[in-house]
């Protein structure tokens, strides 16, 4: 195998299905974590560059190529999600929002008096 043969068929592939590519991590790369589309896109480049060099035979190169989108946004998902749970506020618990200090805004309280109004709603309706 010649040093050009792997970047042709890297190429090759790249030009087939390239837009498959970016489709596929668009669709499932959600917007609201701020996942920049193109970074994940390059990331699923790199993976594919990994696998033609290694020199594997692709038998069905669209399913390879959806597959490595998919895994590449989920990858990104998953440390995005895992950088937000490692940041911790720092201060003290003063600063913890009204809800959770404040027994008038406890979760119970809150269903109590939803709950209250609804009657309240259906008593005035008749």
């Known amino acids: 195998m010649s040093a050009d043969e792997p970047a042709s068929r890297y190429e090759h592939l790249l030009e087939r299905y390239e837009l498959l590519l970016r489709a596929v991590i668009r669709r499932h790369c959600p917007p609201a974590l701020g996942i920049d589309v193109r970074d994940v896109e390059q990331d699923a480049r790199l993976r594919l560059?990994?696998?033609?060099?290694?020199e594997k035979e692709l038998d069905d190169p669209a399913s390879y190529l959806f597959r490595i989108a998919v895994t590449t946004t989920i990858d990104a998902v998953r440390r995005v999600l895992s950088r937000k749970e490692e940041q911790l506020p720092d201060g003290e618990p003063a600063e913890l929002p009204a809800m959770m200090t404040n027994p008038n805004e406890a979760p119970d309280a809150v269903a109590q008096r939803r709950e209250l109004m609804m009657k309240i709603r259906a008593a005035l309706a008749t």
Request: glycine share 0%.
């Open 49 to 54: 560059w990994k696998l033609v060099e290694r």
